[in-house]
């Protein structure tokens, strides 16, 4: 599967992003799916993922309550909705998949989409 993040730019401190991964190919519900980031000088970080179905969901205890990760199934699509941003969100973002039937690493990953949220 072949993933591209898109959505990221730049944003005061308390607005709000949407960011998209399409991914191509087909059975896009054999994946789990996620999003990482990575803020300059650090490691890349977990941030939100949602299940194959759509039904289970799980944030980093610094994003809960102000994202929220959804899928529609149809499109080949996974979304991050980003609310109250502060600038420790600034990151590039990366959105993942894994086979459904693994644990572990995420096996495909996409481009990135910068996000820079302003003070």
């Known amino acids: 599967v072949q993933l591209q993040a898109s959505g990221g730019g730049l944003v005061q401190a308390g607005g709000s992003l949407r960011l998209s991964c399409a991914a191509s190919g087909r059975a896009f519900d054999n994946y789990n799916m996620g999003w990482f980031r990575q803020a300059p000088g650090k490691e890349r970080e977990f941030v939100a993922s949602?299940?194959?179905?759509?039904?289970?969901?799980n944030y980093a205890d610094s994003v809960k309550g102000r994202f929220t990760v959804s899928r529609d199934n149809a499109k080949n699509t996974v979304h991050l909705q980003m609310n109250m941003l502060k600038p420790e969100d600034t990151a590039v973002y990366y959105c993942?998949?894994?086979?459904?039937?693994?644990?572990?690493?995420?096996?495909?990953w996409g481009q990135g989409t910068e996000v820079t949220v302003s003070s």
């Open positions: 949602v299940s194959w179905s759509g039904s289970v969901t």
């Open positions: 993942a998949a894994r086979p459904r039937t693994t644990v572990g690493d995420y096996a495909y």
